[in-house]
């Protein structure tokens, strides 16, 4: 539209700036990148007091335009962002209470609460009690020996002259 109004003379310019822009554009994506030395900072690793660095620095627009799907890695969500939900209320699930052929997703997730034993009965007069569930966090790790280390401790009570070896 510009062009008509200027004339003859007025549309040879416009194209001859938008040759010139085009042409300039070219020569800059096409052209070699040029290398020249500098003068650099001192660094007691390099010893080289000049450093190749090419002529014209890439400048990279502020806004990058997002990746394609295909090219963004797949990543897990955290843990914390899962739930079993309240359907575990027969047995809760615990480390301490798992087959080594678990599923591994299960092991992955995290455990609510926490299992309590009660020590089994002296001289194994009495079977153990079953374990409960706590559902609420641990406040106390208590160091709990075994029954044979229990039946030791004991009889060094009773008898002074007791000897285990």
């Known amino acids: 539209m ?13 194209a ?12 800059q994506a096409n052209a070699p990148t ?6 650099k900072r001192y660094i007691p690793t390099d010893l ?7 002529r014209h620095k890439l400048l990279a627009p ?17 843990l914390r962002s899962f739930d079993r939900g309240p359907g ?9 209470t798992r087959c080594e052929e678990y599923s591994t997703l299960r092991q992955m997730l995290p455990s609510r609460g ?5 020590p089994p009965q002296n001289w194994g007069t009495g079977n153990e009690m079953l374990t409960a569930y706590a559902d609420r966090p641990q406040r106390r790790f208590p ?17 002074k002259l007791f000897k285990l070896h």
Do not use: C
């Not at 510009?2 to 416009?14: E, N, P, V």
């Not at 502020?62 to 955290?78: F, G, S």
């Open 48 to 54: 080289r007091s000049t450093a190749p660095v090419p």
């Open 88 to 96: 575990h209320a027969v047995f809760k699930s615990h480390p301490s």
């Open 143 to 159: 160091i709990i020996n075994s029954p044979m280390g229990s039946y030791v401790d004991d009889m060094h009570i009773t008898n």
């Open 2 to 14: 510009t062009a008509h109004s200027m004339g003859a003379f007025g549309a040879y310019k416009q």
């Open 114 to 118: 926490f299992l309590f034993r009660f």
């Open 16 to 27: 001859y700036s938008r040759y010139m822009q085009e042409r300039e554009a070219a020569a």
């Open 62 to 78: 502020r806004e990058l335009p997002p990746a394609e799907t295909h090219w963004v890695p797949v990543t897990d969500p955290p």
């Open 34 to 39: 040029e290398t020249v030395w500098v003068t």
